[in-house]
């Protein structure tokens, strides 16, 4: 192996993939770039997912939960407060006692409501929010995917779209992973209108962007009631998901592709028990007639609209650019080369939205892997390239997910539907909390794993000097682990 | 002080299989008149046993070390021991425990390591062989296992007990080990910091500058440092002792709250990192000053937990290796040989500084460049452990510190 296949080989496991683990550089050495495009062939699906409730199901056992919440707390609500009548006092007989008594039963009302909603929230609390038990699951089963991968440029890719068409588990904690299966992973290495399609159909997104309950002015429901049409789901569309933000369309085509989007919601959870949590189109919802998006009159009857618009937004060509761009500035720079991000978008056009074809087109790219490392890893990579290191293959979600809040990326918890941003001054005033991360990750690992066996098999002596000398140099292994974590050749990409 | 972890019972089984020995264990403890215990405390980093036991005695002390000698009439007055020697002033307690014989320091010792690795010596130091690199089992816990089961230190039931989310070696191995992870952990130590700080400044000029304004700022959030005078780097100036001091408490009086039971563990092992003080390393006012003063606070809290259970305790504090007897270009010490132990507890014959004086004239130095060991610490461990747990002289040159027959145990040690 020369030292320049072996130098490709690191940049190819740093920069495309999840970081090297024992054994990975030899193993795609020969041919860098043809191990990236194979592992786009091998199936995305996780194994042990079958087990795990789809996202209506786990809507639903939320959603039941929360009622019965409700009414428990109602129950002891009222428990509480008849126990306080029975005793309160009664009839006042000369003015000053009855003024005494009517301070005393303000008093008395304020104890009351306090004991009360005391009862009612001990009572909720009773019940756990089956949420965080299946967000943990879908986090370990997600994670131990990165770490199961030989390169891992198939799960980055799952990791890059589930971040452009993010959701936030702060708001759907239950759906978040389900989401991620059920329409990122299935599509990350499609068509990108099939994955738009399902994205926006997702139960999990039309929840999160807020669309459920909008309305048109005209359809049967607007009509009735006083609520109306809700333009965040189709903003968030134009800007974030497909044409990007500043790419011609304006505010009447948002409120148009809005109008075109009512009536996407689901099927409440406590009137199917069969599929309450699942996509429908409700059409009392839905502005009837047509509208024009972009300059273009959409005339179809129900959801065919919105496809149809979708269909429209995904083939358009400041799209490509737009998605060739975010996929160049995650993988290769902060500032992407404007060569390659043509070439991207040139493939998107060419193909029709081939994503594993871009994908491709990326690795293929001479400009891809010409400049430096200068990629500083985001904290999910970071944390994952250092256990994949270690060797180890197994996660406790409590402590990795704990350990990604941390480090200010906690998994599906995006601050806004913008997703986590990708570039350098994002991220990099985190590093002395990486610090006492690694500081403590080296201290649990010490007794199984090795700093100069990292050197030596994971990075195959293909690290700086520096490094070198620092980690021979450390005055334990704690410390020498956590200067090999890191270091820039650890951190960068 | 944070809230205590008390080891689980499914904590205490973690890699032991010895499931039956839990119901046991109150029964075994006190099977014999005197129930000893035993902490060993691992100083990380190599310390320099100069610093920290001056012999300001030695005719070559001074021209050793110049101004940075730690003497007797300085600015901060070492605390005399005997004729030759005197103790580092961050140490009061250890001091008042030596004057009342609770205390013994052994100087110019070494393991048989002799090269200047940190891991390397480690594993000698912990595993008790003599090459490095043996990593399976320490000697502690094989001294355990060197014992009759169900006599006073009961080898099979859960005697031992290591500190820290990762067991220190020395007492892992087959006898089963309880653990306790103290709950606020520790971040980057300012050594870990400062070598950051200083690759990333060959390396990556972005990650330094950042690195760098979160050591200030760090700095200005902790208590004000005892800055090292020579040094006109802030960074140097080590952040946050306020925490490392209650660390070294939190973990050493926990470890002596468990020891102190009586149906509790009979040895106990943690380390303690910082030691490779190879820049600005201010024995009088620095650094290893701050360091020392951290240990000698862990040794209070170890004393006042362990209540009755004092007098049948030893604490031995012992490191990989010493630091260069001169004082290198950034004003601190490199890797060297020989250096100091810190034996305390009320089991101990203390009161003396054990040592065979080797000198500090250049050809009397290891190399003309490191104190020169004169003690093999393994035969002060062997004495720990033959006089203090009982274990059987012909088991430790065999099972417990390999091939070490010609390193006969030194007697007398404890009371």
Known sequence: MSNSAKAEAVLALHRFGMGPRPGSIAAVATDPRGALIAELDRPLALSAAAAQPSSARAYRTVADANARRTARAKQAQQQAKKQQMAAAPTVADDQSQAEAQTQGKIQGQGQEKDAAEMAAKKAAEAIPDPGRPIYLQEAKLRTEAALAAEIGFAERLVWFWSNHFCVSANKIQSMSGAYEREAIRTNALGRFVDLLQAVEGHPAMLFYLDNLESMGANSTAGINRSRGLNENFAREIMELHTLGVRTGYTQDDVISFANVLTGWTLVPPGADPQHGGEFTFNPRLHEPGGQTVLGKRYEQEDVEQGRAVLRDLAAHPATATHVATKLARHFVADEPPPVLVEQMAKTFRDTEGDLKQVAIAMVSSDEAWRGPPSKLKRPSEWVVGMIRATGITQVDPVRYTGGQELLGEGLWRPSAPKGYPDDEASWIDGVGRRLDVANYFAERVTGITDPQAIIDDVFASEISSEVKQAVGRAESRQQALALLFMSADFQRR | ?415
């Open chain 2, 1 to 415: 002080m944070s809230i205590v972890h008390l080891p689980t019972r499914r904590e205490l089984l973690v890699g032991s299989g010895a499931l039956f020995a839990w119901s046991q264990m109150p029964r075994l403890a006190r099977a014999e008149g005197r129930d000893p215990r035993l902490l060993v405390i691992i100083l990380r980093g190599a310390l320099d046993g100069l610093g920290a036991v001056a012999p300001v005695g030695d005719p070559d002390w001074m021209s050793l070390r110049g101004d940075r000698a730690l003497v007797l009439d300085g600015k901060t007055p070492a605390l005399p021991l005997d004729s030759l020697f005197a103790l580092n002033p961050a140490m009061p307690n250890l001091y008042r425990l030596y004057k009342n014989r609770q205390a013994s320091i052994v100087h110019a010792t070494a393991t048989p390591y002799r090269e200047r690795s940190h891991f390397d010596g480690q594993d000698v130091l912990e595993s008790g062989v003599a090459r490095p690199g043996a990593t399976g089992s320490g000697w502690l816990n094989r001294a355990l296992l060197a014992l009759e089961s169900g006599g006073r230190v009961d080898p099979h039931g859960s005697r031992a007990l290591g500190i820290g989310s990762v067991t220190p070696l020395v007492v892992r191995g087959a006898a089963p080990v309880m653990t306790w992870v103290p709950q606020k952990l520790l971040s980057a130590s300012a050594d870990t910091q400062n070598r950051l700080l200083d690759l990333y400044r060959h390396t990556d000029p972005k990650l330094a500058s950042v690195l760098q304004a979160r050591i200030k700022l760090a700095a200005l959030d902790g208590t004000p440092a005892m800055g090292d005078p020579m040094s006109d780097d802030p960074t140097l100036a080590p952040p946050g002792i306020a925490r490392v001091r209650a660390y070294f408490a939190d973990a050493a009086g926990t470890a002596a709250r468990y020891l102190a039971k009586p149906d509790g563990p009979r040895v106990g092992a943690m380390g303690f990192v910082g030691w490779d003080t190879h820049i600005a390393e201010g024995a009088a006012s620095g650094q290893l000053f701050n360091l020392l003063g951290a240990l000698d606070g862990a040794l209070a809290a170890i004393e006042t937990n362990m209540g009755e259970t004092w007098h049948e305790t030893v604490v031995a504090v012992v490191t990989e290796f010493g630091r260069t007897a001169r004082i290198n270009g950034t004003q601190g010490t490199d890797h060297g040989t020989g250096t100091v132990a810190f034996l305390a507890g009320g089991a101990l014959a203390g009161g003396r500084v054990i040592a065979d004086w080797p000198g500090l004239k250049p050809a009397q130095l290891l190399e003309d460049r490191d104190l020169k060991p004169t003690i093999d610490l393994r035969a002060v461990l062997k004495g720990l452990l033959r006089d203090h747990l009982r274990v059987e002289e012909n088991l430790l040159a065999s099972a417990v510190f390999p091939d070490s027959a010609d390193v006969r145990p030194m007697g007398g040690l404890v009371g």
